[in-house]
């Protein structure tokens, strides 16, 4: 299929906020999507921010320390937003030439981010601009097909939301259970009856973890999965990126990896054996109740936000402290009872993760194609 110019396709929209009205702040990250302003704008002039409507795109030119991805989204809100005066604003014009969506699937494409920070250039900052955006040339099959690319790629998406959404449901629903066995009406200083005081280390089995020598850092698969830290988390488990051949400390299936860095406190579970970094520890129940142990930890949460008396939240914890920290131990049969139900959730949990990571390699699989489209 010839591959046509995009620059003939769209046009840049440059409208500004003069007269007030739009309050809807929005930026764009790196993972191509509009996202609240979280900048301070106190006494900032917003009528010289732009604007952008449902259905436009924008986008940062700036590549470098970008993580090598270009900041560019299809704004799909319900209402119009602006955004800072930095980013370029821009349309299809003519949908039924061009599909939106379709355009937004190929600046998906791990292919056009190494194509912009090839074609990037500056010297301070390095600079994808308008006239390079419009160089792109991508193929364009006729307007019924590309939008039924667009409903095969939004299909896969609505799974991935659904499941997402029945993931959610899930943890409420065990967190709910262990909230109402094990927090409410109970009193540290008036416990039931076989339950008692204790610290973490009275019932985990914990792992800090040590990275292991740089050199031995590889991506192609070889020797023990690695994970140095919670960048490497997902909603609830870990993805694989990096391998090592030399393990230090290991974590084994099932275990629950805790950050113990800042942000201090964040939560997977390890999907097989792995080696852990400086970054993170493992912990397994003594008990073999490891659905117990993780909802446990997702309660001690507020453990870790406790500021220091400097104001100063967590930006490590070290063995001793966490070996430390104080828990309530409620019997075995409590605790045998809950986890026997949760760890049902936890497997449904599971199976829906796994799913969505199935669906995300469709979607990556779909996108990888299109660069080989057939009329």
């Known amino acids: 299929m010839e591959y046509k110019r995009l620059g003939d396709y769209i046009r840049e929209v440059n409208v500004r906020n003069k007269d007030l009205k739009v309050t809807n702040l929005e930026g764009v990250s790196i993972s191509k999507q509009f996202i609240p302003s979280i900048a301070n704008t106190i006494g900032t002039d917003m009528s010289t921010y732009k604007v952008v409507c449902p259905g436009q795109f924008a986008y940062g030119p700036v590549t470098s320390r970008n993580g090598d991805k270009v900041s560019i989204a299809l704004y799909k809100g319900d209402r119009d937003a602006i955004i800072s005066q930095a980013y370029t604003v821009f349309e299809v014009v003519d949908s039924e030439k061009m599909s939106s969506e379709y355009l937004m699937m190929w600046f998906q494409r791990p292919e056009f981010d190494r194509y912009a920070r090839f074609h990037s250039h500056g010297s301070a900052r390095e600079i994808f601009d308008w006239d390079e955006l419009c160089g792109v040339y991508l193929p364009l099959p006729d307007i019924d097909r590309q939008r039924e690319i667009v409903e095969e790629y939004e299909t ?30 109970i009193d540290k200083e008036n416990l039931p009856e076989g339950w008692s005081m204790g610290t973490l280390s009275d019932i985990a089995i914990i792992t800090m973890g040590q990275s292991p020598d740089g050199e031995t850092y590889n991506i192609d698969g070889d020797g023990m999965i690695f994970y140095q830290g919670r960048t490497d988390f997902g909603r609830r488990f870990p993805k694989a990126r990096v391998y090592t051949t030399s393990p230090t400390r290991e974590a084994e299936i099932g275990d629950v990896l805790l950050s ?13 054996k792995c080696c852990l970094g400086r970054g993170l520890a493992g912990l397994r129940s003594k008990m073999n109740f490891q659905s117990y142990l993780y909802y446990q930890m997702v309660f001690l949460s507020d453990v870790f936000k406790v500021s220091d008396d400097e104001g100063t939240i967590f930006g490590s914890i070290n063995k001793d402290d966490l070996y430390n920290i104080e828990v309530i131990v409620p019997n075995k049969q409590a605790i045998e009872l809950f986890n026997t139900d949760a760890s049902i959730i936890d497997n449904q949990v599971r199976i829906l993760d796994s799913e969505i990571t199935n669906l995300q390699e469709l979607q990556s699989l779909l996108l990888a194609k299109m660069g080989n489209l057939k009329q």
């Open 156 to 185: 896969l998406s609505r799974r991935i939301r659904l499941n997402e959404q029945m993931i959610e449901k899930l943890e409420a629903t065990a967190q709910a259970l262990y909230r109402k066995m094990f927090v409410d009406g």
């Open 260 to 272: 113990v860095r800042a942000p201090v406190g964040d939560l997977n579970i390890a999907p097989h």
